[in-house]
């Protein structure tokens, strides 16, 4: 429960001999690029590192210098490291299986930016007020003094541009740009970066998107929108649930609409993602129907059928919004 300073942080780490590092569970673009890149600072450091991750790295993250070296936590013999070392994890579920190793270390020191986090580690360096846990990463690289190379500056950029959607949204000040800049200084080449990141979206996610944006319909007067896809519409494409991640966004970037949501028929029922803009508060919608998440981004599985799910959740939205 201790909560400590960078300059705590960065002692903890520079007198450890053997660190395993672990991130969160469902890996995005900030938990491996900080994982990736406070295992090459420690290996910069003189110090034996293993990472580890409960699932295996997305596809389109692959490209990630050093992602091979990951591994999966189940064969990691606990007793081998000095140091536990946790990143981007709210709380000890959200790291899976790695909690297993994590808790078994003498010093456990959580890294974190998240507002909700639990201080689980028995150290915790946790400062919500940044945009990602790469933001911290970097201020590491600042107090021990370690050089960043080309290869560290792609990964924190990773993390930096993933968690406030390439620069739209979030906590961005003057550090957190000023730390953007220390990338550039370090050698990021930044297009093809964002390209790979943020531009380039498989052929299964751009033929499911036509078949959403093909199913999108208004309501409440324009200020609710939704869209839907079928069991039919993920067989006719050959995509898999994981490719419909971020439409449901396309429905609420649109002039007018407060709220959305894309409901997707899965093998385990009807998955409902929510999205708001402020002052609107779509978590608790989602936890009247089960399900949870943010006050903007929230979701729920009904097991209704796709027509009665959909019915009910576009009742409760006009509820809210209005019926016009
Ligand atoms: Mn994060």
Known sequence: MNEISLKQATDTLTRADRVF?????????????????????LRKMGKQ??????????????????????????????????????????????????????????RRLAIDH???????GLENYVDSTVAS????????????????DENDALLLYAALSTDTGN??????????????AGLMHAGLDISPAARQLHLIKSPYHIKLLGRAIASLRFF???RQAGMRLTHADFEKTGAKPEHAEGIVNRALNIYGVEMCYLASEEEDGVKF???????????????????????????????????????????????ELGRE
């Open 273 to 319: 993602n929510l999205r708001a803009v402020p002052p609107h508060d779509v978590s608790r919608i989602a936890v009247e129907f089960g399900g949870g998440g943010h006050l903007l981004a929230s979701g729920f599985t009904s097991r209704k059928p796709l027509n009665d799910a959909v019915r009910a959740l576009r009742a409760r939205m006009e509820a």
């Open 167 to 180: 620069f739209s949204f979030g906590q961005m000040d003057e550090e957190f740009f000023l730390q953007m």
């Open 49 to 106: 590192v293993t990472l580890a991750c409960q699932d295996p790295v997305p596809e389109n993250l692959r490209f990630l210098p050093g992602s091979g070296d990951i591994r999966r936590p189940d064969g990691v013999d606990a007793d081998a490291f000095d140091l536990a070392c946790s990143i981007d994890a709210s709380d000890l579920g959200r790291i899976g299986s790695a909690a297993r190793v994590f808790s078994a270390c003498p």
């Open 133 to 148: 846990s790469g933001n911290l990463v970097c201020r590491l690289f600042g107090e021990t003094g370690v050089r960043m």
């Open 220 to 222: 409440s007067g324009g």
């Open 21 to 41: 590092v672990c991130t969160h569970v469902e890996p995005d673009g900030d938990a491996l690029g900080s994982l990736l890149s406070l295992g090459s600072l």
């Open 114 to 120: 998240h507002a909700s986090n639990t201080r689980f």
